[in-house]
């Protein structure tokens, strides 16, 4: 019985903040249900969370808008992320994407089922892939519509140059199976697979290394989910018995407790335990995602922080009801950021998550210092 049960976020490097929340939401659209700042570093950028209508892990895609920076994609890298959409709903996407201006390939077929990948205006390439077992609920908008809306990821494809040691990896440290092979692409999948439970690897023998920094354009890493902080803690001490010994420590993601592995083939994979209450922890779970929330240890500092930060309007259709008129940056209520930071002193558990509490910031996410 493996430690990970499917997928639980997806983190890229965008460009501006309010060109990718625009295209996540009214033309891919997806619902924002949290936006954060980057918790590292000496720069503010926003931390940008999207999801579908039930904000549930395994459909969470996390952007951190990032125009400082330019990434190289590559080889060693997420090269793209599926979503699983309804069977006969791809006419709709191409036309939809066409309309926006949005570059796809038009319709490909991978392991029998049809797919169009499409790029985000960062470069960052997307995918919706027919699959009809998958009944999660997407979040629907005017031009999105019930019946061809995400439903969540399906699963990411990974650029490798060499499949072998990706594979020991995903198989011996994550507990995946190998379920398929089609010209370049290996399938691995976990617990039940299909939807969320799916990791593609794709070989590109010849292709140069992708960047690995924080940087416009390309995918940062992938994670997925265990059930607790102890599972969290097994998990470590699985990729330290494998000799994976750089794991780093738990860390604090507020929303949820995690720990990276940079895998053989390149690619920074996450384990991620929720937190109780997850997303709500910090705002109600009506309105996640129309103010701008820090981590209570940087709340005393919002207002250094927000001049930063390139102001951003959140789209009305992503209002709760009776909302709709929330000032752009709003702070959180003081009440819930007391609460949020009760509930951080004590990660479930008892596995001691770390967290940075303290930075020196020197410029914003369009800085060129
Ligand atoms: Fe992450």
Redesign the pocket.
Known sequence: MSLVKRLH?I?VCVGGAQEDIDFQTEVFGQRLIKQTVLFDGRYAHYHLYYANANAEPGSVY?TFPYNRVQGRPGSGQIQSTAYAVPKGSLKFWTEHLSRHKAKHEGIQERFGQKFVRFSHPSGIQLEVLEDDSDKRKGWTTKDVTGDVATRGFHGPVLSVREIPETERFFVDALGFRKTGEEGPYHRFEIGEGGAARTVTLLHEPDRPSGSWIFGAGTAH?L?LEVESDEKLAEQKALYDELGYTDASEIKD?MYFH?VYCRCPGGILV?C?ANVPKGFAIDEPADQLGTSLLLPPWFEARRQEVEAMLEPIKVPEGNMPAGARKVPVNAPAPAPAAAKAASAAEQPAGGAAASRRTSAVFIGGDTSKK
């Open positions: 976020h983190t996390t890493h994670a993601r995690s996450e991620a």
